[in-house]
């Protein structure tokens, strides 16, 4: 009796795995993943904790480029503007620096607590938000 009970809670185990697995595979979004696409971001807002990281990937046949809101310098992360791109300094701020072709992604580390606000510089009607805790 003992092993039929351990083998049906395996079962329980691997079946929700698997269940879990296949929801991902299903939505094909990854945490921390915004996908970029011809009707905006996806998600729009996203909370996340301090030191984790964003993937920003376009699904779009047409370019976007990721970057801290206010268009059109990128200026509300602390320490961004698109000044910054091209330099040493480029790794560090909230900014792709360059359009993101279909399937091209885009990371950044969040290090400040607060509500980052974002946008498309191609296109600056598209907008979203980072909220860091």
């Given at each position: 009796m003992k092993t039929l009970g351990v083998l049906i809670i395996l079962s329980l185990i691997?079946?929700?795995?698997?269940?879990?697995q296949q929801v991902d595979?299903?939505?094909n979004i990854k945490p921390n993943t915004i996908e970029i696409t011809s009707n905006g971001f996806t998600p729009k807002e996203l909370t996340?904790?301090?030191?984790?990281?964003?993937?920003f990937i376009n699904k779009d046949t047409k370019p976007h480029w990721p970057a801290s809101a206010f268009h059109p310098?990128?200026?509300a992360y602390?320490?961004?503007?698109?000044?910054k791109?091209?330099?040493?300094?480029?790794?560090n701020i909230f900014d792709a620096?360059?359009?993101?072709?279909?399937e091209w992604t885009y990371a950044?580390?969040?290090?400040?607590?607060?509500?980052w606000n974002y946008h498309d510089h191609l296109k600056p009607s598209m907008y979203g938000s980072i909220i860091v805790q």
């Open positions: 691997m079946l929700t795995a698997c269940t879990n595979t299903l939505t996340i904790k301090i030191g984790e990281t964003i993937t310098t990128h200026t602390p320490g961004s503007n698109i000044e791109c091209g330099t040493e300094e480029q790794e620096c360059k359009e993101l072709q279909q950044f580390k969040f290090e400040a607590h607060g509500k």
